[in-house]
């Protein structure tokens, strides 16, 4: 596996990771692992938005086919958590969708449900550095804001 560690954000992104599955272990639902792992990126300094809604256009059409990406961070590096028996071609695959789709710099697949987390770890690159915004829709940062 190419090395991760030399973005500083991806290295901060694994530690975060690390973290929250030392804290849970293997057998949650995704949605409890993103959370947890959202919360602990936001509390490292790093900005994160949930759910982000990726845009396809057919012949020049937006056509509204639900792509959303779990986390991204810093506007940089795509997150998409796991909690599977193992990694499916399917899973390198929409990571990979994502990637095109967004022009990212990185995309990092966690799976939360292994016994040791950097087994369920692949890192991809992309061609980017920065998404730029024209290309996300329906952004949510985290932390939300609490309904009043």
């Not at 796991?82 to 697949?109: C, D, F, N, W």
């Not at 369920?120 to 992309?126: C, D, E, F, K, N």
């Amino acid at each position: 596996m190419p090395e991760v560690h030399r973005d500083p954000i991806a290295g901060e992104i694994i530690s975060a990771a690390i973290e929250v599955h030392q804290h849970f272990g293997p057998g949650l639902l995704e949605s409890t692992y993103e959370r947890a792992f959202a919360y602990e990126l936001n509390a490292r300094g790093l900005h994160v938005e949930r759910e982000v809604t990726i845009p396809v256009t057919y012949k020049g059409v937006a056509i509204d086919c639900g792509y959303r990406l779990d986390l991204l961070v810093d506007r940089a590096i795509i997150v998409e958590v796991k909690s599977v028996e193992q990694l499916a071609p399917i899973h390198e695959a929409q990571v990979m969708t994502y990637l095109r789709l967004t022009g990212a710099r990185q995309a990092l697949l966690f799976n939360f449900n292994e016994t040791t987390l950097m087994r369920g770890l692949r890192s991809y690159l992309g061609r980017g550095k920065d998404v730029p915004i024209s290309r996300l829709i329906g952004v949510r940062s985290f932390p939300e804001t609490p309904a009043t």
